[in-house]
């Protein structure tokens, strides 16, 4: 509620459980989890760790994929239309790699996993069925 955001906000990660919440509570927090369940929180600290590895790893690509590029360059072996291939290149590898966290897996109650194929195929229907009604 209400009484929570100075907390939340003062927290080094705050998380608000179920959307429904205080709007000054939701925005005070870091983290809204939509569910009131708090059996996900196990899953939301794996999937951040996973998301800070990914982070530091594509980070060090990106690094030594550019500064290869640059010493190249520099040394005359690239020109500078086929530096520009490699950091492009660079990057599209950060964003597909970075993409793979899709996958990480949501199971739902039944104990089946949730992929993103199911929350996007539902996530209309479920946007649609909460708005208010128009007047």
Not at 21 to 27: L, R, V
Not at 30 to 35: E, G, K, L, R
Not at 61 to 85: C, D, R, T, W
Not at 117 to 127: D, E, T
Request: glycine share 8%; aromatic share 4%.
């Amino acid at each position: 509620g209400i009484n929570d955001a100075p907390s939340l906000k003062a927290a080094d990660v705050g998380i608000s459980m179920g959307g429904i919440g205080s709007d000054i509570a939701i925005e005070a927090s870091d983290i809204v989890a939509v569910s009131d369940s708090i059996d996900r929180i196990p899953k939301l600290i794996e999937l951040s760790r996973r998301m800070m590895s990914k982070i530091r790893f594509n980070i060090a690509v990106a690094l030594v994929i550019n500064v290869i590029a640059v010493s190249l360059a520099v040394a005359g072996m690239l020109s500078p239309v086929a530096a520009a291939l490699v950091h492009n290149a660079g990057s599209v590898f950060v964003v597909a790699n970075s993409a793979l966290i899709l996958g990480f897996g949501w199971s739902d109650r039944s104990g089946r996993n949730r992929g993103p194929s199911q929350l996007i195929r539902r996530f209309p229907s479920a946007v649609y069925e909460e708005a208010e009604p128009s007047k």
